[in-house]
């Protein structure tokens, strides 16, 4: 059985999304571009073009994957999703489409794009609809700022989810940044661990002095939590060029992956997708990957690696084939049964799957 866990489905972006009206929707997509910038494609590099969180810059978003924005008199643009995305939607049945078509058997979608409230009855409709295909995940607001009562809520709301047997995962319930090693986040870990439900932790794309700092608060919760399953994605998020202030070389990511309890996610070769900063390194099968990959291997062994395409975003840089085929066929420091256990065989142990 093989295994992708890390899929997306999203109606179409150019509406609401579950937010009150588009220009909600809208605001949520402009305030990350900063953070994106230099990763994805853009009409200019130049960073005085970079739209602030908020600012008047007549955002919008249009067909093929492309966020457009007018700033100091220039039409700017990057290629957010990819070119594939028609409406920028990218609807269930596409994804199974792209699933049958290269012989890959279950999805995990990954939350992400939509209001979290509407996306939880969204994703519960995915999955009833096609429970043999998918495999759902819920992200919440667990933001202590927010207060007890509000907290309280949020907790309903999972236990609400969690209810539901094809969810099985939350994608970055809190907001980054937060103390998650402090008193006031227990009841989550501990609901999650009774749960028995994975958490896939968004780190990096960040300074590196956070983005070391969060990977530290994250080993101090799964070493006080052993029950609650952690799962790293995005290749830890600050893969860089070397010449970039924020580069590290995946090193920082061994002692949390060190722990019994976390997972990493192979595959994610979306960091590499800018030719302008990586060139060799821009071609597939991705040298720099498959070194992370085999210095992690190396270290933690071939159970903790769980492969994930980040679907339809793989589209920036190659097919979805492709990716499989980075595990399949490029990954020669592999024999054939641990190269399962990565393509589904970890999965099915980490999201309770029926054979
Ligand atoms: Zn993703």
């Known amino acids: 059985m093989i295994v992708d866990v890390h899929?997306?489905?999203?109606p179409s972006l150019k509406e609401t999304a579950g937010y009150d009206d588009i220009q909600s929707n809208y605001a949520v997509h402009q305030g990350k571009i900063r953070r994106l910038?230099?990763?994805m494609k853009t009409n200019t590099l130049d960073e005085r073009y970079i739209p602030e969180p908020g600012e008047d810059v007549g955002?919008?978003?249009d067909d093929y994957g492309k966020f457009y924005w007018t700033k100091h008199g220039k039409e700017c643009w990057m290629q957010r999703f990819p070119a594939v995305l028609k409406n920028m939607e990218w609807t269930p049945e596409q994804m199974i489409a792209f699933m049958d078509e290269v012989g890959v058997d279950k999805g995990v979608?990954?939350?992400?794009?939509m209001e979290m409230n509407f996306e939880r009855d969204y994703i519960a409709e995915v999955t009833a609809k096609w429970p043999d295909?998918?495999?759902g995940t819920i992200t919440l607001d667990y933001d202590v700022e927010k207060g007890a009562e509000h907290l309280r809520g949020e907790m309903a709301k999972l236990r609400k989810a969690a209810a539901n047997q094809a969810i099985k995962g939350v994608y970055q319930v809190f907001p980054r940044g937060q103390a998650i090693e402090s008193s006031d986040f227990e009841p989550l870990w501990k609901e999650l661990s009774?749960?028995?439900?994975?958490?896939?932790?968004f780190v990096g794309f960040q300074p590196k002095d956070k983005y070391l700092y969060s990977l530290k608060q994250i080993e101090q919760v799964l070493k006080k939590f052993p029950d609650l399953v952690g799962i790293i994605g995005h290749l830890g998020?600050?893969?860089r060029s070397s010449s970039h202030p924020n580069y590290t070389d995946g090193r920082e990511l061994l002692p949390i992956l060190r722990l019994p309890n976390v997972y990493f996610e192979v595959g994610y070769v979306l960091a590499y997708e800018n030719w302008t900063f990586w060139k060799e390194n821009y071609e597939y099968p991705y040298p720099l990957h498959t070194k992370l990959i085999k210095m992690l291997y190396d270290d933690v062994g071939c159970e903790r690696l769980l492969w994930g395409s980040d679907m339809p975003n793989l589209y920036r840089t190659c097919t979805y084939r492709q990716c499989l085929d980075l595990v399949r066929l490029h990954f020669d420091f592999l024999d054939d049964d641990e190269k399962d256990l990565i393509l589904g065989g970890n999965a099915a142990r980490v999201f309770r799957l029926e054979p």
């Open 7 to 10: 899929v997306h489905v999203f």
């Open 37 to 39: 910038w230099a990763r």
């Open 59 to 61: 955002f919008r978003m």
């Open 109 to 113: 979608i990954q939350s992400g794009y």
């Open 133 to 135: 295909r998918f495999i």
């Open 194 to 201: 009774d749960l028995g439900l994975p958490h896939f932790f």
């Open 237 to 239: 998020g600050n893969i």
